[in-house]
C-alpha cells in the first residue's frame, strides 16, 4: 500500500525568508502524481504544485518549487519569499496514474507559520 | 461555476442516529472520495468512487456507508456504528483522464458533531 509521510508536524519562517517542507512516500509504482495541497484557517483544500513521476524537470509555480527525487521517494515544496498568506497546513499527496485506481493518499500535514 | 458543493456545512447528531453529508459536483468528473479530518491525523480516507454505482473502501470505512447512483453524486452516511464521528469530512473529485487535470478538487467540508 502507498504511504505519504511528512515528518514535520510544524515549521515557521520569518516573512521573505525560505522555508523547504519535507515529503516522503512509499510505493512500487514507476508512474504515479504528486501533489502539495494548502488548507489556510478557511479550511479549504487549494492545490499548490503538482509533479509527474515521469517528468525529471521539477515543477515551479511561481514562489513554490518542489525537489523531486525519484530514487529516494522524496518530495520536499520550497518557499521562497515566504508571505503571511502562505500561513497553512500543506499537506504532500499521492496518486498512481493507472486507470482504474484513483486512490488519492495524504500525509499527516505540516502546519507553517510565518512570522512577521 | 463548475464546482463541488457539500451540505450543510455544519451538523449536529445524537448518539445513536444515522446522519447522511451531501456532496454534489458539476465538474463531470468520474472519480470521488471522502475524507475525515481529524487535528493531527491529517485527511483519511473514508470511502472512494471511480465510476458511477462502484465504490471501494478506503483506510477507515467502518462505520460509514456510501452510494453512487449519478455521476454528480457520492452522499455519505455516517451510521451509529461508527464510535467516533465527530470530525471534519471533506469530499473531492478529480477526473480520469491521463490527458485531463488531474488534481482533485474539494469541498468546503462539514464539521460533524455528535450531541
Known amino acids: 500500500a502507498q504511504t505519504v509521510t511528512q515528518s514535520q508536524p510544524e515549521m515557521s519562517v520569518q516573512e521573505a525568508e525560505t522555508v523547504t517542507l519535507s515529503c516522503t512516500y512509499d510505493t512500487s509504482e514507476s508512474d504515479y502524481y504528486l501533489f502539495w495541497y494548502k488548507q489556510p484557517p478557511s479550511r479549504q483544500m487549494i492545490l499548490v504544485i503538482r509533479q509527474e513521476a515521469y517528468k525529471q524537470q521539477n515543477a515551479t509555480e511561481n514562489r513554490f518549487s518542489v525537489n523531486f527525487q525519484k530514487a529516494a521517494k522524496s518530495f520536499s515544496l520550497k518557499i521562497s519569499d515566504s508571505q503571511l498568506g502562505d500561513a497553512a497546513m500543506y499537506f504532500c499527496a499521492y496518486r498512481r496514474t493507472n486507470f482504474g485506481n484513483e486512490k488519492l493518499t495524504f500525509g499527516t500535514g505540516t502546519r507553517l507559520t510565518i512570522i512577521p | 461555476d463548475g464546482g463541488i458543493t457539500q451540505s450543510p456545512k455544519y451538523l449536529f447528531r445524537k448518539e445513536g442516529q444515522n446522519v447522511t453529508l451531501s456532496c454534489e459536483q458539476n465538474?463531470?468528473?468520474?472519480?470521488m472520495y471522502w475524507y475525515r479530518q481529524d487535528p493531527g491525523q491529517g485527511l483519511r480516507l473514508i470511502y472512494y468512487s471511480q465510476i458511477v454505482n462502484d465504490f471501494q473502501k478506503g483506510d477507515i470505512a467502518e462505520g460509514y456507508s456510501v452510494s453512487r447512483e449519478k455521476k454528480e453524486s457520492f452522499p455519505l452516511t455516517v451510521t451509529s456504528a461508527q464510535k467516533n464521528p465527530t470530525a471534519f469530512y471533506l469530499c473531492?473529485?478529480?477526473?480520469?483522464?491521463?490527458?485531463?487535470?488531474?488534481?482533485?478538487?474539494f469541498g468546503q467540508g462539514t464539521r460533524l458533531t455528535v450531541v
Open positions: 465538474l463531470n468528473h468520474d472519480a
Open positions: 473531492a473529485s478529480s477526473p480520469r483522464d491521463r490527458k485531463a487535470n488531474t488534481e482533485a478538487f
